[in-house]
């Protein structure tokens, strides 16, 4: 097949993913119908991987997993930031990519680089399901690296705190070990608009059980309000 026969058929697959009504079914059947032409598809360099685990068509990923695919493509964009790790839905999925080698991105700082950690990633989706999975896999995995450890739960709250995403805030509030990092954070706030931010979104989390943890937050914050000139 000529060059430009093949990004259309690689165009095509990608379509796929992104159109709901196109079921997993019949893309894998598609992609099994022409094993020549996406096997030169993937030998080129190809991303249709990254993009399938994207995109939620897991089955997909597998099977071109299986069929020779970079697996440890990359991808700078906003939504994805790094590798597929970055944008597994499931901690199932995210499994099996470890699994594969897929190596975990230790950048923690937005602006530091073009690749972040899958939990930064995730808690700027709002994603609580896989923020609090990355948070803890990670603390298996690098376990002799206190340091590490340390600061990803430490920047991951701050992003948090900085997005002012309510569910994402009850759920770090309601973890002792996180709400207790967050507490510190807001006690160094040094921008006042920033607190009352903080303040508003505290008042949106309507969530009774947690009512002692907000006062206490809202009484850092409103404390260290005052300090500031």
Request: charged letters at 25%; proline letters at 2%; hydrophobic letters at 40%.
């Amino acid at each position: 097949m000529t060059e430009q026969e093949l990004n259309e058929i690689e165009n095509t697959i990608l379509e796929q993913f992104q159109n709901a009504e196109i079921s997993d079914e019949a893309i894998i059947s598609q992609i099994k119908s022409m094993p020549e032409a996406i096997n030169q598809i993937l030998q080129s360099g190809s991303d249709l991987f990254l993009w399938a685990v994207l995109w939620d068509r897991f089955a997909a990923a597998q099977l071109l997993a299986d069929m020779g695919a970079d697996v440890h493509c990359r991808f700078e964009g906003s939504l994805i930031a790094g590798n597929a790790l970055n944008v597994a839905h499931t901690p199932k999925q995210a499994e099996y990519l470890l699994g594969l080698g897929l190596e975990i991105e230790k950048n923690l700082k937005l602006s530091s680089g073009s690749y972040l950690n899958p939990a930064i990633v995730a808690a700027g989706h709002n994603d609580q399901i896989m923020t609090s999975y990355w948070l803890g896999r990670q603390r298996e995995i690098f376990i002799d690296d206190e340091e590490y450890v340390s600061e990803l739960m430490r920047e991951t709250v701050c992003w948090i705190s900085m997005l002012n995403q309510y569910g994402m805030l009850a759920h770090i509030i309601a973890d002792e070990g996180l709400y207790n990092i967050l507490k510190e954070h807001y006690a160094n706030e040094d921008d006042k608009k920033s607190i009352k931010l903080s303040l508003s979104a505290l008042r949106q989390i309507k969530d009774e059980t947690l009512e002692p943890q907000k006062k206490e937050l809202c009484r850092i914050l409103n404390a260290r309000r005052r300090e500031l000139p």
